[in-house]
């Protein structure tokens, strides 16, 4: 059985998308099968895996209005036992078409539950929102992974995200977890960075990665070539973060440390 991760942080520009790609590629790279899910009608995790958005057929959009079966739009990406279901921009309507449905909340968990066997993990890229994309893959996951960029004003909304995830965990979803915190763009030489850095740990005392993803302009170029980064320039320090990420997302997954 897949565990099924969102990447969410209701803030747009956090990093959310980059750490979707990215940590999901180098989870690939060591072995795990994946299957990433963009739910973000801007689709920048579909293209950023390479997959030009005109040319899908199928995308989220039609698993969760039209009802097709997930089976039928997942994608084979060239890279590493990584499997996409795309997004479009069709899939901002999903938030007014849903509001009349029954049993809305349900539907992405549903139909995720075809493929769970199929998968090591599955990865949800979460809209900058709290609408009802956002609801129905925090009902659908097991855990949250939560990026913050080390930027002033890092904790500001944080208390809201926080109380989302618990009354979802209340009302519909009662396993809902943390997988944990990852501090993105991260400056080092900036004293800002390190405060943040010690907030944001005091904040969520354990769950904070200790990697942390310096501000890097590869992994904002990596995109544009439709790659992530470590198949763009397996060097530089993003790649090199994102990589360390990984292995210690499966150290603490797997219980070695
Ligand atoms: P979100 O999905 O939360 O909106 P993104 O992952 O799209 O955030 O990141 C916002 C912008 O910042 C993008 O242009 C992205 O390329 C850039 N970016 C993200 N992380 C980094 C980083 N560590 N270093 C440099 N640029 C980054
Ligand atoms: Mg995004």
């Known amino acids: 059985m897949s565990k099924v991760i969102a990447v969410f942080n209701q803030k747009g520009g956090v990093g959310k998308t980059t750490t979707n790609v990215n940590l999901t590629a180098s989870l690939g790279a060591m072995g795990k099968k994946i299957l990433v899910l963009d739910l973000d009608p801007q689709g920048n995790t579909t293209s950023g895996y390479g997959i030009d958005k005109q040319s899908v057929e199928k995308t989220i959009y039609d698993v969760i209005i039209e009802g097709v079966d997930i089976n039928e739009t997942i994608l084979n990406t060239e890279f590493e036992n990584i499997d996409i279901v795309a997004a479009d921009t069709d899939l901002a ?137 470590i198949y763009y320039d397996s060097k530089c320090k993003g790649a090199v973060a994102y990589m360390e990420l990984a292995e210690e997302f499966i150290d603490l997954e797997e219980d070695i440390i």
């Open 93 to 229: 309507g999903c938030e007014i078409e849903l509001t009349s449905r029954e049993s809305r909340e349900y539907i992405l968990k549903n139909s995720l539950d075809k493929v769970r066997d199929n998968y090591d993990y599955i990865f949800i890229d979460c809209p900058p929102s709290l609408g009802m994309l956002t609801i129905n893959s925090l009902t659908a996951v097991d855990s949250v992974l939560i990026p913050i960029q080390c930027e002033y004003y890092a904790l500001e909304g944080v208390s809201q995200l926080m109380g989302t995830i618990k009354l979802v965990k209340s009302r519909l979803n009662s396993n809902l977890d943390i997988q944990g915190v990852v501090l993105s763009m991260f400056d080092g030489r900036a004293n800002l960075s390190i405060q943040v850095v010690d907030e944001v740990k005091r904040y969520f005392k354990g769950n904070v990665y200790t990697t942390l993803i310096p501000r890097n302009v590869r992994l904002a170029e990596a995109p544009s070539h439709g790659k992530p980064v």
